[in-house]
């Protein structure tokens, strides 16, 4: 079986390398293969009935399958070069924005047009943020719900299974580098392909570690974020959120000068948890659907860890964490803001009572017994400094999950043209460590689709 293209992973980096290839060259032959499952096959047991906690399927739903792990996010799409990965750093700042405004533009073509786009381009909140020591970084955000998020995946897997082979449960365990191109190996088949993009996201980071071992391809790795999210009256947050939807917000922490963010908030959104390689931690979502809308909004406060040498195990440091809010808790733990701030577990009976009623079940519990010092006295202060700008931050009933860990693959050795140092092969999205959000993924996947559209040209033209 030999392509022209293989791509491993129908992630957002994939599929919009499928997408931008099939538009361009129709005639080149592709292969994707996915360890997860066709987009509309795609459940998560947890029915908060029969099924109340993660019960560590052999592939993931939520995180694997057509789609990746954006599938049934919040499909927020920013078009920034301030946040959500460092494509800019390897294409250049005017490129990269262009590359996310075209992924914009296939978007609306597929589903999202009358969605809206929000701006801090004018708006007077940055300067009520300055004045409370708080920054508002700048971004253009497409949201698109994780109802038109499934619409436009739905949109796009139609387009492109007519010209693409799609391999879905077939996770590819090697890659080998032979004269005649790249191998690539599943259990029980073999592949060959001239050119080879590997986009297998977070989900894949442990495989994508393996095969930089194997092949050996230069990494380092050195960040982690580790947090909790809120959860609050959205009323409380609306002034912002109802301008920018999203807001990314930065503080630096008076007592050890670390820097806290804001980061995927929710607004009339639910919070949900997230399985990484087994182990459960907290994210968000919300639907443009008012109807689907809830009365909570949720955000994430997260502290980033850049460590130093010898350390290098960074995601090894956000797992263990992780792990002891699992052992604690036997997954996710919720802690009222009162209850943290004096000292004590959150109960049943406390939350029960609580004025904010949780949109997930979480287990009443600890977080001082989870975080560490540092990191929780950063949040601790982030919440009073937000209470400045949206009064009611840090009431009592604000709901803290725990712990949201932001894990950052490795960043693996990569020239301009985002190839590792084997000519044809391709690393984009999360999992090459240069991206970290849908839009930055995306438009890596169309930014090396054009590259291989542009030497597969100049080849023709030697020929
Ligand atoms: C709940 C949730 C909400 C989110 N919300 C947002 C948001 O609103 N905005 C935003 O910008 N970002 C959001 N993100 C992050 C965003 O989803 C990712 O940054 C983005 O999906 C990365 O795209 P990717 O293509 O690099 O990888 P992924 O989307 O992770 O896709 C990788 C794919 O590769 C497959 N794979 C892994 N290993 C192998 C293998 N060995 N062989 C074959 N296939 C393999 C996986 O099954 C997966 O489907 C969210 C993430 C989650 C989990």
Not at 327 to 346: C, E, T, Y
Request: hydrophobic letters at 35%.
């Amino acid at each position: 079986m030999k392509y022209d293209v293989s791509i491993i992973g129908a992630g957002p980096g994939g599929i919009f390398a499928a997408y931008e290839l099939t538009k361009n060259a129709p005639e080149i032959k592709i292969a994707v293969f996915e360890a997860g499952n066709e987009l509309h096959k795609r459940h998560c047991p947890i029915d908060g009935k029969q099924v109340k906690n993660c019960v560590n399927c052999k592939t993931c739903s939520i995180m694997s399958g057509f789609g990746g792990a954006g599938a049934f996010s919040d499909g927020k799409y920013n078009i920034t070069n301030d946040f959500g990965g460092t494509l800019y750093e390897y294409i250049g700042k005017q490129e990269a924005l262009e590359l996310m405004e075209y992924v914009d533009s296939i978007n609306l073509s597929h589903g999202a047009e009358g969605t809206k786009l929000y701006s801090t381009g004018h708006t007077t909140l940055k300067k009520t943020c300055l004045q409370n020591r708080l920054k508002l970084l700048n971004a253009s955000v497409r949201h698109l719900g994780t109802d038109i998020n499934y619409i436009v995946l739905e949109r796009l897997y139609q387009e492109l299974c007519e010209k693409v082979d799609f391999c879905f449960l077939t996770p590819v365990q090697h890659i080998r580098i032979e004269a005649d191109g790249y191998h690539i190996l599943t259990e029980t088949e073999e592949y060959t392909s001239e050119k080879c993009i590997i986009s297998v996201g977070r989900s894949g980071s442990k495989w994508m570690e393996k095969i930089c071992g194997e092949l050996e391809i230069p990494t380092k790795s050195n960040r982690v974020d580790i947090g909790v999210r809120l959860e609050l009256p959205a009323v409380l947050f609306s002034h912002l959120t109802d301008e920018l939807y999203e807001s990314k917000i930065v503080y630096r922490t008076e007592k050890f000068e670390d820097n806290v963010r804001t980061f995927c908030m929710n607004p009339y959104g639910s919070v949900v948890t997230e399985n990484t390689n087994g182990i459960v931690t907290v994210n968000g979502h919300s639907f443009e659907d008012p109807k689907k809308h809830t009365q909570n909004t949720n955000f994430a406060l997260l502290v980033s860890k850049h460590f130093t040498e010898p350390f290098r195990d960074s995601n090894g440091y956000g797992e263990s964490i992780a792990r002891l809010s699992n052992m604690l808790g036997g997954g996710v733990i919720v802690q009222r803001f009162g209850d943290l701030i004096r000292g004590r577990r959150s109960t049943k009976k406390r939350i029960s009572e609580n004025m904010v009623e949780p949109t997930l079940q979480a287990e009443p519990g600890d977080l001082s017994l989870v975080l560490p010092k540092r990191i929780l006295d950063g949040i601790i202060e982030m919440i009073y400094a937000l209470d400045r700008i949206a009064p009611g931050t840090a009431n009592d009933d604000t709901l803290l999950y725990g712990v949201e860990v932001k894990f950052y693959n490795m960043e693996v050795e990569l020239n301009e043209r985002l190839q590792a140092k084997y000519e044809g092969l391709y690393i984009i999205g999360d999992c090459s460590g240069v991206t970290h959000s849908l839009s930055h993924a995306s438009a890596s996947g169309i930014f090396v689709a054009r590259d291989i559209l542009e030497s597969s040209h100049a080849d023709g033209k030697k020929q």
